[in-house]
């Protein structure tokens, strides 16, 4: 370890466990074909030895690596020290592999459970996990598309640590507009193709983890129509890979620059060169070209998963250590001794700004962990019933699609913005790299960015998921709601809040309505104005009705266990209900506003002229 590392990642374990068991029941996978290899003490074990991981290992080079970054020498990326040795103790471990099928590999883990390992991993050094999270994403899609012989050519260095993978879509005209691709690929025999072009934005684009990258490149074959219907998707190793596996010479693949950046400075965002010197060859995905958006969709909607996850996981450990600032600072006296110039000093903790801003990252951290369970949960059900009930497949598929956008958009946003309020929570002390949250904040600001903005995120929400399989899955979400208020209206304690909720969800639904009058008379400039505000709107009535099912949940268990219980399990349960009641307190009545907003019909962004901005140029 660098000299000096220190550790400041910090996860509340009890809160994870609460929400895997005692909240969302992760433990009936394993009542299921599927999942039947594994038990709970074993997903435990795991979430165990990755939280010890990334405390000895990861957390402490988070802060000494962003100071450093990487370093481009000689077309070669160097990774901050300490990097390689934490790559190879991550695969002797095997957690990159967890969640990938057995017969790839990996231990056919469920989702909801990797979910909790990806966010300890990507809490406690996210630009470290970024090279591990492109290297799973690529995997996949190998695995799910890749011919067979290709699969054994490059899974297995994949799955052990000696191979990486990356994405690589955005060029320097075309950030989100991969339909204007210009990278081009020319048939030479069988599968194999000429790369030439250019690709910017690629994270773990190239360095010095493993002795292969293997990057998945979207390019236009020779002749191939126009737009994303004539793109395809190409393996493009940096060294050519031979049928037996060995390495063969240097493919053409050259990074041209790495980037400069705010935050993940140790995670290297390179430009990267193919076929300059006429030397690249790509391997067709598949046995069908033109298929490249259908297979990089799937690596794009996993690594929209995996960003909210991101979000979630610097959130958390931006709290917890904003928390235990807040237990340990002297500031000011108390409230109720603010005339006596003689009164100590208390921990700030005790000052109600501090309490609310705290309870405010509190619940939104434990409401988006939730949300992330809960869509890896849908997941892993719809793989497992796939073959004994298909409606209920269909069903969970339909959750997953409808819960991804929010899941990205929702968690990467509110990532930047907890990390802000962690900072605020410190004062001036969270402003400088002594403390790690100025760190957080500058890492979150890129979650609402890469792997579409958190528009097209809305967008995707708005004209896609809420129609799929004719609005059935917008539906089944808004009848889940309608039913835990239908049960818990009237709950002592929180019954206010719950109906509170019912409110909400039928604002969000007037919305909905809204937003299809608006497609119905032509006014898709509307919809696209408005479409952020809807999805931020429905992320807002997904969180409030898990933050109740969980105060719930918690209100029953503070009760049940009477004087048996200790005061640290009190506490912890009350924890649950105070959130809940705060969220739907001081966040979600904003919705209304919004979707008064929404309905009401403003047009004064799109109506005034590009001038009226500002005379100014």
Known sequence: MPEGAVNHYKADLRAIQFTLYEHLHVEQLFAHEAFSHLSREECDATIEQCLRFVNEYTGPLNGPADRVGCVLENGVVRTPAGFKDAWRKLYDLGFMSFAMP???????????????????????????????????????????????????????????????????????????????????????????????????????????????????VLARIEGAPAGTKGLSLFIVPKVWVNDDGSLGKSNDVVTASIEHKLGIRASATAVLSFGENGGCRGILVGREPHMGMRQMFRMMNGARIAVGVQGLSVASTAYLNALAYARERLQGSSAKNFKDPNAPRVPIIEHSDVRRMLLEMKAKVEGMRTLAVKLALHFDLAHALAKTDEAK?????????????????????????????????????????????????????????????????ALDLVARKLQEHGGD????????????????????????????????S????????????????????????????????????????????????????????????????????????????????????????????????????LDMSDGAFSTAY
Not at 121 to 132: D, I, L
Not at 403 to 429: H, W
Not at 483 to 493: K, S
């Open 506 to 605: 039928e604002a969000l639904q007037r919305a909905a309505a809204a937003l299809m009058a608006f497609f119905m008379s032509g006014k898709i400039d509307q919809v696209t104005l408005v479409a952020n505000a809807f999805l931020e709107s429905m992320a807002e009535v997904t969180i409030a009705h898990l933050l109740l099912q969980a105060a719930v949940i918690a209100d029953a268990k503070r009760q049940e266990e009477g004087e048996e219980q200790s005061q640290e399990d009190y506490d912890f349960y009350s924890g649950k209900v105070m959130a809940a009641k705060h969220f739907v307190s001081y966040v979600l009545p904003g919705l209304h506003a919004k979707i008064g907003a929404m309905i009401a019909g403003d047009r004064s962004a």
């Open 102 to 216: 057995l017969d790839a590999g990996g231990f056919g883990g469920p989702h909801a459970i990797g979910v909790v390992l990806e966010e300890l991993e990507s809490g406690a050094n996210t630009a470290f996990t970024m090279y591990q999270g492109l290297t799973h994403g690529a995997a996949d899609v190998i695995e799910v598309f890749a011919l067979p012989e290709h699969k054994q050519r490059f899974l297995p260095p994949m799955m052990d640590g000696r191979f990486s993978g990356t994405m690589c879509l955005s060029e320097p005209h075309a950030g989100s507009d991969v339909g204007a691709t210009k990278t081009h690929a020319k048939h030479v025999a069988g599968n194999v193709y000429e790369i030439t072009g250019t690709k910017c934005w690629i994270s773990a684009g190239d360095h010095d983890l493993t002795e292969n990258i293997i990057h998945l």
């Open 473 to 504: 899955n917008f539906r089944h979400f808004l009848r889940e709601i309608a039913e835990f208020v239908a049960a818990h209206a009237q709950q002592p304690g929180i019954g206010a809040e719950v109906r509170a909720l019912g409110d909400a």
């Open 393 to 457: 497949a269909i069903y969970h598929h339909g959750q997953v699609d409808l819960l991804t956008p929010i899941v990205k958009a929702y968690c990467s946003d509110q990532a930047f913005r907890i990390a802000e309020l962690a900072i605020q929570t410190y004062g001036g002390a969270g402003y400088v790299s002594d403390h790690p949250v100025e760190q957080y904040c500058r890492d979150a600001k890129i979650f609402s960015i890469y792997e579409g903005t958190n528009h097209i995120q």
